[in-house]
């Protein structure tokens, strides 16, 4: 167990330099290529901190109910530019199920709804920033029950990290996006105009976020903590069976 | 006595050459070809249905040419001038019109797929690969048929107490149908979480499982294979000699079209109309087989 962890760690912190150390020295800087080369590497150890835990069959269905289900909540909401109520449904997850869970349903859950909205260039972006979305939530909630007794302040400190996990993390790692995949030149003014020029839509995309936290959070986090308890699933070092 | 008689393998690999063909070759008469082959096969293989589907693509076709132009404006050959002065260029409205034709050529050849992959002939595909992949495709293949047989259900014994999705005012509606949802929601997480657990403790996903499966690889199969990789062997021809492409930007141009490039088509042809023809031959010799006895 603690070997392969190394291990994955050690590979990552080698292949991200060597995939840098390729991407300049290939012709005609290739940013795009590089850069998702290079998202898909920082995907990787998120992978194997789940499937250490060794997953059984019933988790991993869970899992992709729920990224089913995230996956719809986007579909559903296509009519409003921007307003994707995806990365909620997310974070609701890590929050319920710890950090590696919630980044794999981000990932899962942003690979399936494109294919509803089309894939591309920039669809290891997407998993990646929505996944990591998942798993900040996971981080930070995930263990704190003593927010459980005040209901009021929990909804609202959900809703608060909803908006402003969008607008500080996952909006700016989508733009990221934009900055590697469009820029012929790297200049921080170019990356500082992206970021600008984002930020409205971050706003919108925080504010369904939010919103999601504020309406679904309960009702959700409810159905989810008591499949928790009713199956034991999705513990650390427990055997369901 | 369909294509989907024959072994899985060969349909995995059918389909995949031809979307990816039909995606790959933007010269237009190969894609005119896997159109019309498309177009026929679904409207064998799914009837009524797919021939009104296959229609309304058409003009949805015409519509993403027209709003592809609108937005993108290279070429050389400008038509005219849209009402913010923008130039529209033949070129954009024909890659557009491709970039169509492509799409819905897919979404027809993917309609056969459906047909013709059911559930078992995945789970044995990918069970040979990895049991857990297999039990786990078993379980969420069956999730969406599950869900509506139950939701079906749920609506029925809410509409009988007054709580139905369309019973009441429009916020007792509203209000309904979020029940339904969430009803939906937690029936579906914890049905899964049993139906996994029953399912392995029945032995699915361990190593030595093996899946019932009346699939074996026959003499007819052999033969459609050596048809497939004939045909495939000339499409690759093709590629070599540049037959399957088409620049748009800045000006059209393609290879120009020879009397071997009609031995691609021809290849082509074969290849996309196979399972059209083995099933229409298949029915006529039965058709004629019943006759005399």
């Known amino acids: 167990m603690k070997r392969s962890t190394v291990s994955s760690i050690l590979t990552v912190l080698l292949l991200i330099p060597a995939t840098l150390y390729l991407g300049t020295k290939l012709p005609g800087r290739w940013y795009y290529l590089t850069s998702t080369l290079i998202i898909i590497e920082t995907m990787i150890p998120f992978f194997l901190a789940f499937?250490?835990?060794?997953?059984?069959?019933?988790?991993?269905?869970?899992?992709?109910?729920?990224?089913?289900?995230?996956?719809?909540?986007?579909?559903?909401?296509?009519?409003?530019?921007?307003?994707?109520?995806?990365?909620?449904?997310?974070?609701?997850?890590?929050?319920?199920?710890?950090?590696?869970?919630?980044?794999?349903?981000g990932t899962v859950a942003a690979f399936a709804s494109n294919f509803f909205f089309g894939q591309g260039p920039y669809t290891p972006w997407q998993m990646m920033a929505y996944g990591f979305g998942g798993f900040l939530a996971g981080l930070l909630f995930h263990k704190k029950r003593k927010l459980h007794q005040k209901p009021v302040l929990y909804l609202a400190v959900l809703t608060a990290f909803g908006f402003v996990g969008i607008v500080a993390v996952v909006g700016p790692l989508l733009d990221c996006c934009t900055i590697f995949t469009t820029g012929t030149q790297l200049t921080w003014a170019y990356a500082l105009a992206c970021f600008a020029s984002g930020f409205p839509i971050n706003v919108t995309h925080g504010i369904a976020c939010g919103l999601t936290m504020l309406l679904l959070s309960k009702p959700l986090l409810d159905k989810l903590d008591r499949l928790k308890t009713k199956?034991?699933?999705?513990?650390?070092?427990t055997d369901g069976l | 006595m369909g294509f989907e008689c024959y072994h899985p393998a060969i349909g995995l690999i059918y389909f995949a050459a031809v979307i990816a063909a039909t995606i790959c070759f933007q010269q237009p008469v190969f894609l005119a070809i896997s159109f019309l082959c498309a177009f026929a096969y679904s409207v064998k293989r799914n009837g009524r249905r797919a021939l009104l589907f296959d229609?309304?693509?058409?003009?949805?076709?015409?519509?993403f040419a027209g709003f592809y132009s609108g937005y993108h404006h290279f070429g050389v050959t400008v038509l005219d001038r849209n009402f913010i002065g923008n130039r529209m260029t033949l070129e954009s409205l024909l890659y557009g019109l491709t970039l169509g034709t492509v799409t819905a050529a897919v979404f027809m050849w993917m309609s056969c797929v459906f047909s013709i992959f059911t559930a078992d002939?995945?789970?044995?595909?990918?069970?040979?690969?990895?049991?857990?992949?297999?039990?786990?495709?078993?379980?969420?293949?069956?999730?969406?048929?599950?869900?509506?047989?139950?939701?079906?259900?749920?609506?029925?014994?809410?509409?009988?107490?007054?709580r139905g999705a369309g019973q009441g005012s429009f916020f007792r509606r509203l209000s309904n149908g979020i029940k339904l949802l969430s009803i939906l929601i937690t029936w579906l997480l914890e049905s899964m979480a049993t139906i996994s657990d029953s399912m392995r403790s029945r032995g699915y996903g361990r190593k030595g499982r093996t899946a019932f499966s009346i699939y074996r690889f026959d003499s007819r199969d052999r033969s459609v294979v050596?048809?497939?990789?004939?045909?495939?062997?000339?499409?690759?021809?093709?590629?070599?000699?540049?037959?399957?492409?088409?620049?748009?930007?800045?000006?059209?141009?393609?290879?120009?079209?020879?009397?071997?490039?009609?031995?691609?088509?021809?290849?082509?042809?074969?290849?996309?109309?196979?399972?059209?023809?083995?099933?229409?031959?298949?029915?006529?010799?039965?058709?004629?087989?019943?006759?005399?006895?």
């Open chain 1, 51 to 105: 499937e250490k835990r060794r997953p059984q069959a019933r988790e991993l269905v869970t899992i992709a109910v729920m990224a089913a289900i995230a996956a719809v909540s986007r579909a559903a909401f296509a009519f409003i530019p921007n307003f994707k109520p995806i990365v909620g449904i997310i974070m609701i997850t890590g929050i319920a199920f710890g950090a590696e869970a919630g980044f794999l349903t």
């Open chain 1, 231 to 237: 199956y034991g699933m999705m513990e650390a070092g």
């Open chain 2, 226 to 293: 050596i048809g497939i990789f004939t045909c495939l062997t000339l499409l690759a021809m093709a590629v070599l000699l540049g037959q399957t492409g088409m620049d748009f930007d800045p000006r059209l141009h393609m290879n120009p079209i020879t009397p071997l490039s009609c031995l691609f088509y021809l290849g082509y042809g074969v290849l996309c109309l196979l399972p059209l023809g083995l099933e229409v031959t298949g029915e006529l010799r039965f058709a004629h087989l019943r006759k005399s006895i």
């Open chain 2, 121 to 162: 002939k995945v789970v044995y595909l990918f069970g040979r690969v990895s049991p857990k992949l297999s039990l786990f495709l078993s379980i969420v293949l069956r999730m969406v048929p599950r869900l509506k047989v139950q939701a079906k259900k749920v609506s029925t014994a809410r509409k009988a107490i007054g």
């Open chain 2, 55 to 63: 229609l309304c693509l058409i003009p949805l076709i015409l519509l």
